[in-house]
């Protein structure tokens, strides 16, 4: 993803953005960063770029004309970096201390951007001509006022640059840290064990990943109820469904759970007729209906402008009233797939499973047919994807799905009937159980060879059939 920061201090960027993981994921090109120096576009032959205000009052303002140009700049060199991708308008941020607070949810979704640009301000803020016809969001840090825009600049960068993929190794470094599951994050130690009489707390020298986790957890808790009384009572309203899903079908409603437990679902509805949660990660919205009554009432959930996208439906009666609300387009039955027990599974340590980096995109892309190339790039970059290696070459796949589920597995032919699937899937199903996770999987109904791997491995089989409701935007039109 790339950065574009106007500034009149391009400097101050620069200085704040080479150190630490920010500097190495600008080193390694996962991310790009560019300060651009509005004073670099004024017509003045002075360079000046503020004037006094009209109706007077305290200050100077930055004018709208060098704005406007280092802006047309900026926006002419990503159309051209782009070429016929260029699509919508690239985000302008404004960083204003009249804005929207940033928050942790707002990182997240500009994640997912490709480009963005920054725009700061300084001495009393810029003329609001230039923001109108430039600005799509404005945000501020906090309420405050500081001198200029570039820390708050940094401050998002920072924040977001670390959720894309590919900053941060692990997929789930971000996974477990304050504000993911509405929790703070608990209380850590390092060396020594014994510091001015202070002991480490025993449960964590046990080795016992279990009962740490069940620790940590608590402690969050405790922690979260003492201090952000307000994020502990959203983060009990979902323990609260979590607990309601695993007792009605842990295995049907796994996905929505793991959802929510994972700190990724936002829960839009949960009620005694039923629930519909958003996985913010994977943009997918998963309902589910108690009883067949209030299906439309559940459907009604999604929130209006909301006219395409992929839909979990658990029950066959929400099928009705979603197809009357939107143009599905394709509609794919699956049964769940659960591992439910905490042991690991036993590897034959004969084959070699590696993570896959991003060099292996055409090779995956060539092999995986149920999602986009851009897809398998984002998987990749994510760390999501694990290989098999036979003497040194890469026999299959397995992957972890966006929306948190096991599959993408794939054996290629000249290696198939060698176990090699079910090595897969045991090293994924370990993975998960050491990261705490219930390992889930999606089976398409009638994939005879899956189900068959499923049982051999130990995992349960909902019996139940559920249904992924494909709207694509353009259908929407
Ligand atoms: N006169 C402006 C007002 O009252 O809204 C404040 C201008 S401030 C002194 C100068 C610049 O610092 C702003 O244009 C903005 O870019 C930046 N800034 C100051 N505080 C900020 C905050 N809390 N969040 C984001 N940006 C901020």
Same mark, same amino acid.
């Given at each position: 993803?790339?950065?574009?920061?106007?500034?009149?201090?391009?400097?101050? %960027?620069?200085?704040?953005?080479?150190?630490?993981?920010?500097?190495?994921?600008?080193?390694?090109?996962?991310?790009?960063?560019?300060?651009?120096?509005?004073?670099?576009?004024?017509?003045?032959?002075?360079?000046? +770029?503020?004037?006094?205000?009209?109706?007077?009052?305290?200050?100077?303002?930055?004018?709208?004309?060098?704005?406007?140009?280092?802006?047309?700049?900026?926006?002419?060199?990503?159309?051209?970096?782009?070429?016929?991708?260029?699509?919508?308008?690239?985000?302008?941020?404004?960083?204003?201390?009249?804005?929207?607070?940033?928050?942790?949810?707002?990182?997240?979704?500009?994640?997912?951007?490709?480009? %963005?640009?920054?725009?700061?301000?300084?001495?009393?803020?810029?003329?609001?001509?230039?923001?109108?016809?430039?600005?799509?969001?404005? $945000?501020?840090?906090?309420?405050?006022?500081?001198?200029?825009?570039?820390?708050?600049?940094?401050?998002?960068?920072?924040?977001?640059?670390?959720?894309?993929?590919? +900053?941060?190794?692990?997929?789930?470094?971000?996974?477990?840290?304050?504000?993911?599951?509405?929790?703070?994050?608990?209380?850590?130690?390092?060396?020594? &064990?014994?510091?001015?009489?202070?002991?480490?707390?025993? $449960?964590?020298?046990?080795?016992?990943?279990?009962?740490?986790?069940?620790?940590?957890?608590?402690?969050?808790?405790?922690?979260?109820?003492?201090?952000?009384?307000?994020?502990?009572?959203?983060?009990?309203?979902?323990?609260?469904?979590?607990?309601?899903?695993?007792?009605?079908?842990?295995?049907?409603?796994?996905?929505?759970?793991?959802?929510?437990?994972?700190?990724?679902?936002?829960?839009?509805?949960?009620?005694?007729?039923?629930? $519909?949660?958003?996985?913010?990660?994977?943009?997918?919205?998963?309902?589910?209906?108690?009883?067949?009554?209030?299906?439309?009432?559940?459907?009604?959930?999604?929130?209006?402008? %909301?006219?395409?996208?992929?839909?979990?439906?658990?029950?066959?009666?929400?099928?009705?009233?979603?197809?009357?609300?939107?143009?599905?387009? &394709?509609?794919?039955?699956?049964?769940?797939? $659960?591992?439910?027990?905490?042991?690991?599974?036993?590897?034959?340590?004969?084959? &070699?499973?590696?993570?896959?980096?991003?060099?292996?995109?055409?090779?995956?892309?060539?092999?995986?047919?149920?999602?986009?190339?851009?897809?398998?790039?984002?998987?990749?970059?994510?760390?999501?994807?694990?290989?098999?290696?036979?003497?040194?070459?890469?026999?299959?796949?397995?992957?972890?799905?966006?929306?948190?589920?096991?599959?993408?597995? &794939?054996?290629?032919?000249?290696?198939?009937?060698?176990?090699?699937?079910?090595?897969?899937?045991?090293?994924?199903?370990?993975?998960?159980?050491?990261?705490?996770?219930?390992?889930?999987?999606?089976?398409?109904?009638?994939?005879?060879?899956?189900?068959?791997?499923?049982?051999?491995?130990?995992?349960?089989?909902?019996?139940?059939?559920?249904?992924?409701?494909?709207?694509?935007?353009?259908?929407?039109?």
């Amino acid at each position: 993803m790339n950065f574009y920061i106007m500034t009149l201090f391009p400097e101050m %960027i620069e200085q704040g953005a080479k150190n630490s993981i920010l500097g190495r994921a600008i080193d390694n090109g996962i991310i790009s960063l560019e300060a651009v120096n509005i004073r670099d576009y004024t017509e003045d032959k002075h360079r000046k +770029v503020d004037d006094y205000p009209y109706g007077g009052g305290a200050g100077m303002l930055m004018q709208a004309q060098p704005v406007y140009d280092c802006w047309r700049a900026v926006e002419e060199k990503i159309k051209e970096k782009r070429g016929s991708k260029a699509g919508a308008k690239t985000r302008v941020i404004y960083l204003t201390p009249q804005g929207k607070t940033f928050h942790q949810e707002m990182a997240g979704e500009l994640a997912k951007e490709e480009d %963005i640009i920054f725009l700061c301000g300084h001495y009393e803020g810029i003329d609001e001509r230039a923001l109108e016809e430039i600005v799509t969001d404005y $945000v501020s840090i906090g309420d405050y006022v500081l001198t200029g825009g570039e820390l708050p600049a940094l401050v998002m960068i920072d924040a977001v640059a670390r959720l894309a993929p590919g +900053v941060l190794h692990n997929e789930d470094s971000a996974g477990e840290e304050t504000f993911y599951n509405d929790l703070l994050e608990y209380p850590q130690y390092s060396r020594p &064990e014994q510091w001015h009489g202070k002991k480490v707390p025993e $449960v964590l020298l046990s080795g016992n990943h279990k009962k740490i986790r069940e620790w940590r957890l608590e402690q969050s808790e405790i922690k979260t109820q003492r201090w952000r009384p307000d994020l502990y009572e959203k983060y009990a309203l979902r323990k609260k469904l979590m607990e309601k899903l695993v007792k009605k079908n842990k295995a049907l409603y796994a996905d929505m759970s793991e959802s929510l437990g994972r700190g990724r679902g936002e829960l839009i509805y949960g009620g005694e007729d039923g629930a $519909v949660v958003w996985d913010k990660k994977a943009d997918v919205y998963m309902l589910s209906s108690f009883d067949k009554a209030s299906a439309e009432k559940i459907v009604d959930q999604i929130p209006e402008r %909301i006219k395409d996208g992929q839909f979990i439906l658990h029950e066959e009666w929400l099928l009705p009233p979603m197809e009357r609300r939107f143009p599905v387009k &394709e509609k794919m039955m699956c049964q769940r797939a $659960v591992y439910n027990r905490d042991v690991s599974l036993p590897r034959s340590g004969e084959i &070699e499973i590696l993570q896959l980096d991003i060099s292996w995109l055409p090779v995956i892309s060539a092999h995986y047919h149920l999602g986009s190339e851009g897809y398998v790039e984002e998987r990749l970059l994510s760390g999501a994807i694990f290989g098999a290696f036979i003497e040194g070459k890469l026999a299959g796949f397995i992957g972890e799905h966006i929306e948190g589920s096991l599959g993408m597995l &794939e054996v290629f032919e000249e290696y198939r009937r060698k176990g090699i699937a079910a090595e897969l899937e045991s090293y994924m199903i370990n993975l998960h159980l050491s990261r705490g996770h219930l390992p889930y999987g999606d089976v398409i109904v009638g994939n005879e060879a899956s189900m068959k791997l499923q049982r051999k491995l130990g995992l349960k089989v909902s019996k139940e059939i559920y249904c992924w409701a494909i709207v694509p935007s353009d259908a929407a039109l």
